[in-house]
């Protein structure tokens, strides 16, 4: 994880679960980016929980309703605050390359 006063970077490789991403804010925006599909998500902390803007290969953009992105307020376990990628967005076996901002 890559992190400047404004925003945070990483990538992982998806499980097809729910996972929630500990940056220590809570973000504005979350930009998703799947490699492998060549696949975009975009939420905006204004938009409900699970939401999302999806882009696909041929430019085709759909309002992801549900299993999205969420804001995640973090744990007692120490946990801090970030994102949840929902299951539609961290989909099994695929490079996601994500980008939070303040």
Do not use: C
């Not at 925003?7 to 504005?28: E, L, Q």
């Amino acid at each position: 994880m890559l992190k400047d006063q404004l925003t945070v970077t990483g990538t992982h490789v998806g499980d097809g679960n729910a996972k929630n991403i500990s940056i220590g804010f809570k973000p504005r925006r979350v930009t998703v980016f799947n490699e492998t599909d060549a696949m975009k998500w975009i939420w905006t902390d204004t938009m409900a929980a699970g939401k999302g803007f999806k882009t696909v290969t041929v430019g085709t953009q759909t309002f992801e309703a549900a299993n999205g992105i969420s804001h995640y307020a973090g744990t007692e376990a120490g946990n801090t605050e970030g994102f949840t990628l929902g299951t539609g967005v961290n989909i099994a076996a695929k490079t996601l390359h994500w980008i939070a901002e303040r």
